[in-house]
Structures are given as structure tokens and as C-alpha cells.
């Protein structure tokens, strides 16, 4: 599950993500209660997906991180349904980056229109 770890990030494989989150918000002592933020990079052999944790309980942080590997078909585990916050950074991922997130609730475009072409936000779009 944990590729990597440091004393404030973690390093984990896409396909545990979405129980590592799940851990990481119900563990007493931890209790990452905030998503603070989510961005994506594109590093041409993987995309990585930063995750910003915040536990306001205890006053701690966390940089998560996971990658996707390739340039086609890429898809994530969705967390909207533990950080409600989740649902429009998601969505702007899959918008400008084209990475789905598998069991959002409403994942389309928030920032461009149907039937735009591409990802402007990746380095080979232009």
C-alpha cells in the first residue's frame, strides 16, 4: 500500500488509495478531518495526484501522493465520499488532466465544455 513515507507525506499505489484515505480520516489520532487540497502533475511517464490532509482535531498535516501510470484510460479511486470537499478539485482533474475518478458522483466538465478536445493542462497537449 505505502510505496514511501516521510515524516509529513506518504507515497501510496492507486489501487489502495481509497482505503489508506479511509484509515487515514477514522483513525483515532489521526483524523485527517480536512481535505485542504488535491492537484495533479504531469511527470510524461506518470501523472502524480497530491492529496493535502489536515486534521484540524489535532492540529497535524499530510502531503498524500499517488501516481497513474501512462497516458490513456487513467482512473482513481474518488474520495468525495469522505471529504465532500473533494467533488469540484476532482472534477477539475478529469476536466484539464484527464484523470476519472472512479465513484464520484457527478464527474463532467466544471471548467471547459463538452466536446472539447484534449487536456490542456498536460504537457503533450499542445
Avoid at 24 to 36: A, I, Q, R, V
Avoid at 95 to 112: A, Q, R, T, W
Amino acid at each position: 500500500s505505502i510505496v514511501e513515507s516521510g515524516p509529513d507525506s506518504l507515497l501510496v499505489k492507486s489501487e489502495s488509495w481509497l482505503e489508506v484515505a479511509t484509515f487515514l480520516k477514522t483513525t483515532p489520532g489521526l483524523d485527517f478531518d480536512y481535505l485542504t487540497g488535491i492537484t495533479a502533475v504531469d511527470y510524461y511517464d506518470y501523472f502524480e495526484v497530491v492529496y493535502q490532509l489536515t486534521s484540524m482535531k489535532h492540529n497535524h498535516s499530510l502531503v498524500v501522493k499517488t501516481r497513474c501510470y501512462g497516458r490513456e484510460n487513467l482512473t482513481l479511486p474518488s474520495v468525495v465520499s469522505l471529504w465532500r470537499g473533494a467533488d469540484f478539485q476532482e472534477r477539475e482533474i478529469y476536466d484539464l488532466m484527464g484523470i476519472s475518478f472512479e465513484g464520484h458522483p457527478n464527474l463532467k466538465h466544471i471548467v471547459l465544455w463538452e466536446g472539447f478536445e484534449g487536456y490542456p493542462l498536460r504537457k503533450d497537449y499542445l
